[in-house]
């Protein structure tokens, strides 16, 4: 797959190539989810290119909407208020199911909202979207070195957080730790969200459902696909 490869989908859905006796669903499924991908990849050139469209916005569409929608892809990404994810990858409404949470933390209500765009929605494409200089990531990593303390709800964000930041390696200066960090994040919530939802691991291992973890730059606005 020549195009693919060039766009970085390679390994995206690994998993979902099984059984030989599902290779039939499954390829349906499991195209849709690199055009998924795909859609989103064009839609960031555009937005880090300043060439947006900006498209599904207008009334006709809106109403459109009104008793039916079809989301292609669904999006976990950070509270952060600079990473809007339909911004981000230049689409509009009805496009994305977008569910945001601080360094993406998965509890409950988050798992089933992407059950319920995978189960009902029928989304192809689950994507974990981190992004740099994270303010919840930055805060556990300083609780976790001792040099501060948080109260109320927000322990739940950073208890959740600190696996990733103690799995992540030294790195040689701060900043590139916390990007480290922000990676491991966002890694470990697909592979964790793969293992706590039965609706979900029997997506990608029978229907083709492509779970891809992801880092969205905030300088340059690009967002690369993590290995």
Known sequence: MPELTRRGFIGITATSLVATSTASASTVSTKAAEDAWIRLMDGNTRFVEGRQQHPHA????????????????????????????????????????????????????????????????????????????CGAVSATIEVVKGNAQVSGDISTLVRTIEPAVRATPPKPDSKTFLAACVNEQARRTAAILQERSVIIRDAVVHDGLALVAASYDLGSGRVVRLG
């Open 58 to 133: 207008s009334s006709h569409w809106r109403e459109s909407l009104i008793d039916h929608q079809h989301p292609f892809a669904c999006v976990l990404g950070c509270a952060d208020s600079r990473v809007p994810p339909e911004l981000v990858f230049d689409d509009g409404l009805g496009d994305i199911f977008t569910i945001r949470a601080a360094g993406e933390v998965l509890d409950s209500s988050v798992i089933g909202s992407i059950e319920y765009a995978v189960q009902h929605l029928h989304v192809p494409l689950v994507v974990v979207l981190g992004h740099a200089n």
